[in-house]
């Protein structure tokens, strides 16, 4: 097969983006997170290596023994884990959400940063909870989050060959324009939670399987 040009890569990335757009018009961030920029943070930081249902069990729980940023800075760690417990690395995420509340607070006067930088200082924080908080919490888009679905998508499409999540992120920007980013994260996790399975796609009802070159493989 010969090698694809950015040029028709570029296009069939396009030509995927339409179909997106037509089957998942409104998605929308799976968290609860009551309109909240601080409470999307810790959603976000809480569904690492979980499912969203997951998160969106332990969460109510969580801001009604913590309703302010400065209740859950001064949380003991113990009640924090006992309130999480039955999401995965429960441990480090209820150490990282007490620390990042107090950073909130000691640095930040109480509000959550809006950039990508600041963002990242924060504990448990990296570029992918940073770009869906900042498109999500303020309508900035810096870049495309690249979870698990995104990272095996962009795979299975060939999109990318890079093996970490900033490396695929790179590859996904050169492909996409500026007003294309801001969807893609939510289209694809839906995407990739009823068609394009980790273990089984479902290679035979996938709207997009004459566009990607791992259909049926």
Known sequence: MPRESMKAKRERALAVEDRMNVHYPAAECALHYWNDPFRLTIAVLLS???TDKGVNRVTPALWERYPTIPDLAAANIGDVEDIIRTIGFYHTKAANVIKCAQMVLSEFGGEVP???EELQRLPGVGRKTANIVMNEGFGIVEGIAVDTHVFRIAHKLKFTKEETAGKVEE???KLYPRECWGPI???WVLFGR???IARRPKCGEC??????PSCGK
Do not use: E, G, S
């Open 48 to 50: 690492a290596q979980t």
């Open 114 to 116: 809006r950039t990508m």
């Open 171 to 173: 590859d996904l920007l």
């Open 185 to 187: 994260n939510h289209q």
């Open 194 to 196: 009823a068609t394009c």
């Open 207 to 212: 709207f997009l399987c004459d566009l990607c």
